[in-house]
């Protein structure tokens, strides 16, 4: 009898291992392809802009690609009039229930810093010497003290005469990247996700014509680019009125900061008034945020500009 549960013992742990390393190996499949995707996206000048009536011709054309890209996964998408990129995918959960799962990027860029033209340089291998970029920039330990964990791994950084575009290409990469690791693993259990891709959101304007027939998750995570000491941000989402705010300036941050401003936002949709912004969580940024980006190795991209 002893022996048997020993058995049985050995063969559960095996069958856990052997669907780690399945996991393991699938994520190492994914995670590969995000850094080219996230190169060419930011190749891609979709600025926003605080005077255009609503939608710059750059942010179109990204609306437009990514739309192409994400319709190609098989699930059910949406590009609104408005260019908000609205996707749904079905629980495959079989008798149980789960909330649903709501999930949010953006994909313009900041209007404060050249973003046309943008030639990404990507670092392999980094030595943890300084980064040398035109126009005199450099990136080193003192201006961005986590570099110092990036010591072997891939850095992506402008050529330092634009910015790289990071906030938000790098959430909307990690976005993409989930749908086609779902689409193509279909086994793989999940409840339903909603998915948004705004434009907008780096001039304060992201939730203003978000349709919630389309996007009205039990919870919401914003997969924007954020700051290495930050951690993500979620909210539970009542289905008529949510609401949140961004927060005002704080002391350390410098007047050229966008991210810094309070500017709330109000909308109507489902006869609601929802009066929300993007949940923002940052730690002190350098000069040099308007620069550069960092890409964590093959894992995923951090800081903003």
Known sequence: MKKSKAVSVLLALFVCATAAFAQGTLADQYRAGMLPRFVEYTKIASQSDNDAEWMTPGQEEMAQILYKDIQAFGFPTYLSKDKYIYVNIPSNLKGRKAPVLGISAHYDTTPDIIGYGIKPQVIKNYDGKPIELKNGHVINFETDPYLQKMVGKTIVTSDGTTMLGADDKAGVTIVTTLIKTLAENPDMPHGQIQLVITPNE???????????????????????AGWPKASTATSPMPKKTATATRPTRLPWLPAWSRASTTCPTTAKANKATLSRTTFLTMHKPTPTRWIS??????RTTANAG
């Open 293 to 298: 980006a960092f890409a964590i190795s093959t």
């Open 202 to 224: 780096d001039v304060g304007r992201s939730a203003e014509r978000l349709d919630l027939n389309y996007y009205h998750p039990d919870y919401a995570f914003d997969f924007d």
